[in-house]
């Protein structure tokens, strides 16, 4: 099982990078596949993340080439891969763990290429027209379902997962 952590404090967001993987966590997530694919298991991915860290610390030590390694190591996996969208699937970050055999997601889940206040700065030069770019990005689960980019969109309990954690987890399993 490869995830990311996100925590539920401040304190533990920042602990865990907001779950923004560096390069390090892809190379390892690779080294993992690769132990999973020799002992004839599994690989599920447990996606929730803002997407890859952007500081240039990151694409010094080669962030762009290890989410690319990461990539090109799921095509060529003689194992399954399951991948579940558990909350916020941003840009590269979460697609170097969605490329799977079976891509679930959670109904309120999300994936998208960009944030939609980024894409929103980027056509209209104003981030408050967010609504619309996330509109114009189809990344709700219902949308990904439609376009055929997800196998299957998993129900949450209440509100959504984070009022009972537990039922959502069977509910993933």
């Known amino acids: 099982v490869l995830a990311q952590l996100r925590g539920h404090t401040l304190e533990?967001?920042?602990?865990?990078?907001?779950?923004?993987?560096?390069?390090?966590?892809?190379?390892?997530?690779?080294?993992?596949?690769?132990?999973?694919?020799?002992?004839?298991?599994?690989?599920?991915?447990?996606?929730?993340?803002?997407?890859?860290?952007?500081?240039?610390?990151?694409?010094?030590?080669?962030?762009?080439?290890?989410?690319?390694?990461?990539?090109?190591?799921?095509?060529?996996?003689?194992?399954?891969?399951?991948?579940?969208?558990?909350?916020?699937?941003?840009?590269?970050?979460?697609?170097?763990?969605?490329?799977?055999?079976?891509?679930?997601?959670?109904q309120n889940a999300l994936l998208s290429v960009i944030s939609p206040k980024a894409c929103a700065n980027i056509l209209w030069k104003d981030s408050s027209r967010y609504q619309q770019a996330a509109r114009m990005l189809r990344m709700s689960a219902d949308d990904l379902l439609q376009m055929r980019l997800v196998d299957a969109v998993l129900p949450e309990p209440g509100e959504g997962a984070h009022t009972d954690p537990a039922v959502a987890a069977q509910i993933v399993r």
Request: with cysteine.
């Open 12 to 106: 533990q967001r920042i602990r865990c990078n907001f779950s923004m993987t560096m390069p390090e966590g892809y190379r390892k997530a690779v080294r993992l596949m690769r132990q999973a694919e020799k002992f004839h298991r599994p690989v599920v991915c447990l996606v929730d993340t803002l997407g890859a860290y952007p500081g240039r610390e990151a694409e010094q030590r080669g962030q762009s080439s290890a989410i690319a390694a990461c990539l090109a190591a799921m095509l060529g996996l003689r194992t399954s891969i399951v991948s579940i969208l558990i909350g916020n699937g941003g840009s590269g970050g979460a697609l170097a763990l969605c490329l799977a055999d079976r891509v679930a997601i959670q």
